[in-house]
């Protein structure tokens, strides 16, 4: 069973070991491979979002944070990252983050969310997004510099919550 909760600093070493292998392939995360601990772990966990962690069977295997999109009078709007651990995959980890994420937006008080980039060959993300209500609303070109396909299109998606 997947459970989801605030993580804690008790949680970094092992949210650091997902990000440092989800952003190694280069190929989903803007983040260079190379990117240090301390960068990650910062960028994370920064006071301005709300972090979390999913659980299986006590074994951290995902996190998510949500925040604003923008500042001020576009804070109205969530915005969000999400990471699965690699070994993980395919066991509705990121589907349970993104439904439970949705949920805690509207908590929280927005009325939205956005992801400003959605790497278009990143189809397990689209297909996840799309399937809880995202819509697909602009394209960027060569926006993300694949390191197996070069420069690749982005997305943004939307939905309202």
Do not use: C
């Not at 983040?31 to 006590?58: C, G, I, Q």
């Amino acid at each position: 069973m997947i459970t989801i909760r605030k993580s804690t600093p008790e949680d970094h070493e092992a949210v650091w070991t997902i990000i440092r292998e989800v952003i190694a392939g280069g190929d989903t995360y803007v983040f260079s491979p190379d990117s240090p601990r301390e960068k990650m772990l910062a960028f994370w966990f920064a006071p301005d979002k709300h972090t979390y962690v999913a659980l299986e069977d006590s074994k951290i295997v995902g996190t998510f944070f949500i925040k604003d999109n923008q500042v001020d009078l576009g804070s109205h709007v969530a915005n969000a990252g999400y990471m699965t651990a690699p070994w993980a995959r395919g066991m509705g980890i990121g589907k349970k983050m993104g439904e439970f994420s949705l949920e805690e937006a509207r908590r929280l008080g927005y009325k939205a969310m956005q992801f400003n980039i959605v790497i278009s060959s990143n189809h397990a993300a689209v297909r996840l997004w799309t399937s809880l209500g995202f819509k697909i609303i602009g394209e960027i070109p060569e926006a993300f510099d694949h390191r197996q396909l070069g420069l690749t299109s982005a997305y943004i998606m939307y939905r309202k919550l």
